[in-house]
Structures are given as structure tokens and as C-alpha cells.
């Protein structure tokens, strides 16, 4: 047994080392899974995870986590190997604070334990589904807003359903089998940064369902749930040296220590069909619309984040604090945050000029090591909600979205500068990079299908501002 394991018995014995490490306040051997949760990386296990450890401490049930990594089998041995325990370290400036998670019960990967998996899916003891797998992972068409059946899981998944490889074929896999042996459908909840995530994957998985059977397609649109649910919490990749301080706190070896900041914040729409943890009581914000909470965190921080990634990219700036380190870059941080908040309608319960403050404090929290280059990837999934669909408001309005065209430029000088870059469509964006001219430097990009919004394309007057800012960030 590896020390996490050993360390878990020593803490509940020991009364000084308990106080110092918060524990699963509840029995974890009577703890059975009703969740399945696609998407094991550190996002949910900082997140996710936690919401349902603290919940199960306040109202117990069977709601214990079975983690799928669709891809890695390496953090699925790890957690096996440390009996699906591992540690959140919380960081500010105020210091460290050690968790150790008990929500997830067991684990499994899509390259060794499919069958498992499905048999999972269509237990009647599986309640929910929640899912973390990236915004490139589903398969969306951006124009459509459907299934981009050229997407190489949902090809794949389409052409040999009860063998899946991708998230939506999965999904539809285990509720066919739930509706052939009538049972009722899991709920799926979709926790990654998409707006109106329950209906998108609801839509794909409608789709996807109807092109093996009508009646199934059917079946889930009339009796499926699909919530929406904003997500949040910063969570950098773990280092080596996340698991020295893991080590440090806890006193053990943790191979899949995670740390993160304190703020947290997840709001959900209360739709699901065989109940839920009693997520609220640890702090999870229940509402009847997701949406402007969802536009909130995609506009304000996702979309200053990005600001800030390509940035720091171009600047030589390894992490989003030293981006908040030059005074320069906070004011253009804020004046994109001025720029978007206008396309915001009144969130219920928030502030906005307080969660805008508190976005630069969390930015600038000095002990997160946040790298501009992973918040970098990935440009053609994120900016269309982050950037794009900001911008399009913002001059529907009579605004100039002088920001959102800043953001764009010091994307495309990041695409033609970076010589490997990390991006499902990174050759048709070096290929772009490739053909800029002096004179229309942007052109290649907005000529790329299904990128850009057509009033985007269209607006000829806002894109001459975009090349003006790409004359000026490549002049440095
Ligand atoms: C980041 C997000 O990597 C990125 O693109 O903007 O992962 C961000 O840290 C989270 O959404 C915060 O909740």
C-alpha cells in the first residue's frame, strides 16, 4: 500500500495530525458509487470531487465517484495504487492547506476497462454522469452547433457505437443499454467551459443516438436530463513540485497531488432525475438558468485569461502571475473585462464590479503557478465563447470591441511566432500564419471555414483594427 493509504490511518488515529489535514468526514469503506465522472484530470479532482467529499461529510449517500479517464491509464494506476485517495493543496498568500479526497471510489481508463465502463453506464445504481473532457473533446460544429462528424471520436463512434472511444459515444452507448433493459436514463451533467454546456451535449447526443436509432433518440429527448453548469476554480497542471508539498503536508507520497486556489464556485440547474448529492451544502449555487452566470465566467475570466496567456506568450511571461506582475498588462486585463461586462445582462446574487476586482486578485495570486502556455491551447475552441461572441454583441451595439480585436492580433501573432502550437487545428492555422501579408495580415485566419462568425468576416471596419494591432504587436 503506497503511504497516502497508511497516512489516511494514521490521520483519523492521530488528533494533532487531523486538525492539520482535512479528511473525508465521513465512512469512506461504506461510501457506493452513483456517479460516473468522464474526465479525470485535475480539473474535477480539484473541483468536482471536492464538491461531493464535502457534501457526502454533510448529508451522506450513495454517491461515491467512479473516475474515467477516456485516454490515460497512468493516472488511473496511480490512483489505484493509492487506493483512489489523492490531495488538494489550497494556496494563497495566507499559505497552504491540505485536503485529502475521498469522493472517488474507484477508477478506470477507456483504453483498459471499456466493458467495465458500459456495464457501469447501465447499472441502475449510475444516477449521473458528469463530464470534464475539454471543449475540443466533443465533437461540436461550430457552425452548425451539432455533431461535426468529421471529428475523429465521433466518426468513430458513429460507425461502431457499442464500442465507443468518445465521450458522446459513450453517453449514448450506456443509455441505449438502459433504455433496452428499461431502466431510466442518467442524468448528464457537463461541467467544462461551453456555454449553455447541458443543452450543447444534449443536442449531440440526441444526434448521435438518432443515427443508430430514432426510437432511442427519441427515448432521451423526451425523459433525458441534460443540466447546465458553470464551472470554476484555477487549477494548474501538477509538478513535481506540487507532490514535494504534498508530501510535506501530509507527510506522505502522493503521486497525483493537485494544488489549487482557494475560490470556488459551481452553479448548476436543478433538473435531474434520481437525485444528486446535496452539492448545496457545500456551497454549489442551485438556479433555474445557468446562462448568465455561464456568459459571466466564459467573458470575464476565460476571456481575460486568454488576454493574458497569448500575452505572456509573446512577452516571454512563463506564468499568469508575472503577466499581473507588469502594471501595463493588469489595465489592459481590466479595460478587456470593461469591454465585455457591457454584453453581460445582471447576474443574479453577483456584483459584477466585485468579481471583476476579485478576478485580478485571483490572477495575481502569487503562489499559482498558472502557465500562460496551457491556458495558450486550444485557441480555436475557446475564443469563439470567450472572444468572438462578445465581439459580435459588443458591435451589434455600436461598440468598436477594440479589446476582442486586441485579443485576436496577439492570438495570430502567438499562432505565427510559436512554432509548435497546441491546437486540433493547429496545421490550418500555421498554414494561415504561412500566407499573412503586410497589408491584411488577418485575412488567412478569417478565411478559415467555421472559425469566425460570419459578422466578424463580414465587418470590414472592425478587421482593419485587428491588423492595426497586429501591425503594432509584431513591431513590439
Ligand atoms: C483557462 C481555464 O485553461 C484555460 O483556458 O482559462 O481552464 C480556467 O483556468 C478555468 O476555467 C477557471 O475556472
Known sequence: MSGIVDEMARLSASTHLSAAVVKPAYDRAALKPGIVHIGLGAFHRAHQAV????????????????????????????LRAQDELYSVITRSGAGDSARVVGSIVRSLSGTEDRDEILALLADPATKIVTITVTEKAYGLDPVSGGLDRNHPSVAADLLSPTT?????????????????????PFTVLCCDNLPTNGRIVRRLTIEMAGARDPALANWISGQG??????????????????????????????????ETEPFMQWV?????????????????LFVDDVEPYEKMKLRLLNGSHSLIAYLGQLKGLEFVRDVMGVPEYV?????????????????????????MDQLIERFENPTIAHKTQQIAMDGTQKLPQRIFAGAVETLAKGG??????????LWIAYVQKTAEINDPRAAELKAAAAKMTADDPSAPFFSIPGLFPQTLMENSAWRARVNVKIGKIVAG
Open 268 to 284: 448548476i440547474e436543478d433538473h435531474f432525475i434520481s437525485g444528486r448529492p446535496a452539492w448545496e451544502s457545500a456551497g454549489a
Open 400 to 409: 468598436e470591441a477594440s479589446s476582442a480585436a486586441y485579443v485576436i492580433a
Open 164 to 184: 465507443p472511444v468518445g465521450v458522446i459515444g459513450y453517453i449514448v452507448e450506456g443509455l441505449s443499454r438502459r433504455h433496452s433493459a428499461g431502466l431510466a
Open 331 to 355: 489595465a489592459l486585463a481590466r479595460r478587456h473585462m470593461q469591454e465585455a461586462v457591457k454584453t453581460l445582462d445582471p447576474v443574479p446574487g453577483i456584483d459584477l464590479t466585485h468579481y
Open 51 to 78: 464538491y461531493t467529499d464535502e457534501a457526502l461529510g454533510h448529508s451522506f449517500g450513495d454517491w461515491g465517484v467512479v473516475g474515467v479517464s477516456l485516454r490515460s491509464v497512468d493516472i488511473v494506476h496511480d
Open 225 to 258: 436530463a441534460f443540466p447546465s453548469s458553470m464551472v470554476d476554480r484555477i487549477v494548474p497542471a501538477a509538478t513535481e513540485e506540487t507532490r514535494a508539498r504534498a508530501e510535506k503536508l501530509i507527510g506522505a507520497e502522493d503521486r497525483q497531488a493537485l
